[in-house]
């Protein structure tokens, strides 16, 4: 069983290496096209062709694959690995490790515990919002299994000393001190949790008091708990781009403006969940000041996001009272307070060419995505105005926050 779950890693680790040599790709970047195709799971943007891919600055992305119940990916996914490094300190662990249990469990109590742990050990770190591969979680299960058994196994306890232990115990904790400081980028969750795990398994195995039966019984019914845990883990509803992505599926113009709402509520700082609930929130009323309000928050927030001052001015072109403009500049002013002079410069809003250009909203998409998920070669159809840079804003003040993030 060790030397089979050592070799799927291995045929994977290889498999992946064959698909980026035939697709002459490279594991660069965040996104990792060989792992996604061979089942792992990736924070897409969106989905692999669509025009999202194409605005690098500001990408609304997740793992898709799992909020559409690919669930599996997520088991997968612990048997991928980064590199060849990566692999090779995890088999030379797992080996070691392995060739003291598999002798004293059996073969398929032994293949359960192996598959259990590796998914549970990675829950956790979805719900963190992190994409791992690696069997680490796995080989930590097992660590903490073996410091059970050594208790009534002479033969690992001879073998698997306290100096084994100690160590074991030490690279966790270097882990962590890794990960703090930036130098690499560790799964800790999974450590902990594929440790826990192994210790409870462990300590179940070796109960010998009247209640063993009961506490087999019981452990083995906690196991259930893996599929509520999968579901939240594919449906993360405290996760505003979960609602973006509902919204993107949902053909009722209500349904879809109220997973926007949602996800701007949890996630303000994503600037096209905003920009998406503003053209949304367009089509419902006469005068577009609800819009006008979102758009500027979300400016406030994320002051490089050019394509939605592009937005904003399309949206004053739909003001055409002089009390709807008057509303409109009172809310300029409640949002930047003493920048609204250069937000309006900004915006171009003192020049005459804004108010007669001929800019209209697309009107053939309800949700208005031809503007906001517009491909780079398609900018020429899009108003150019002369200046989009933000204006200069002083470093040490308050309003110099990046996007989404406050000072």
């Avoid at 259990?116 to 903490?144: D, N, R, W």
Wanted: glycine share 8%.
């Amino acid at each position: 069983m060790t030397a089979a779950y050592i070799a799927f890693a291995v045929g994977l680790f290889l498999a992946v290496q064959i698909y980026r040599i035939d697709h002459g790709i490279s594991n660069d970047g965040s996104f990792d096209d060989a792992l996604w195709k061979l089942g792992a799971v990736q924070p897409l943007v969106f989905v692999h062709d669509h025009p999202l891919v194409e605005e690098k600055e500001y990408p609304t992305g997740g793992p898709f694959d799992l909020w559409s119940g690919e669930w599996w990916r997520i088991l997968i996914s612990g048997f991928h690995h980064g590199d060849a490094l990566h692999l090779l300190l995890n088999c030379v662990a797992i080996g070691l490790l392995g060739r003291l249990i598999e002798p004293v469990m059996k073969p398929w109590l032994y293949a359960a515990f192996l598959i259990l742990a590796t998914y549970v050990s990675l829950l956790p770190e979805y719900f963190l919002e992190h994409y791992p591969v690696g069997l680490s979680g796995g080989a930590y299960a097992m660590f903490g299994l073996l410091m059970m058994l050594r208790r009534i196994h002479p033969e690992i306890a001879e073998v698997f000393t306290e100096r084994e232990i100690n160590l074991g115990l030490g690279l966790l904790i270097l882990c962590f001190v890794l990960t703090h400081f930036g130098i690499m980028n560790i799964a800790n969750a999974a450590h902990v949790t594929g440790f826990i795990y192994g210790i409870l398994a462990g300590a179940v195995l070796i109960n010998g008091s009247r209640f063993a039966g009961t506490l087999r019984f019981l452990f083995v019914l906690s196991q259930v708990l893996v599929i509520p845990a999968t579901y939240l883990v594919c449906h993360p509803v405290w996760n505003g781009k979960y609602y973006w992505y509902l919204a993107r599926h949902e053909n009722n113009l209500e349904q879809k403006i109220a997973y926007l709402q949602k996800g701007m509520e949890l996630s303000p700082g994503e600037p096209k969940i905003s920009a998406e609930l503003a053209l949304n929130l367009f089509r419902t009323g006469e005068v577009p000041l609800r819009s006008w309000e979102i758009m500027l928050r979300s400016l406030e927030r994320n002051r490089s996001y050019d394509k939605g001052v592009e937005i904003t001015r399309l949206i004053w072109k739909q003001f055409h009272s002089d009390q709807e403009k008057l509303q409109a500049l009172e809310i300029v002013s409640d949002v930047f307070g003493e920048e609204s002079d250069a937000w309006l410069e900004r915006f171009q809003l003192d020049q005459s060419a804004v108010a007669s250009a001929d800019v209209p909203l697309p009107r053939s998409d309800q949700s208005g995505n031809e503007f906001l998920f517009l491909r780079e070669t398609d900018r020429q159809v899009a108003p150019q105005p002369r200046d989009l840079s933000a204006p200069p804003v002083d470093p040490r003040s308050p309003q110099s926050a990046m996007e989404g993030v406050t000072l």
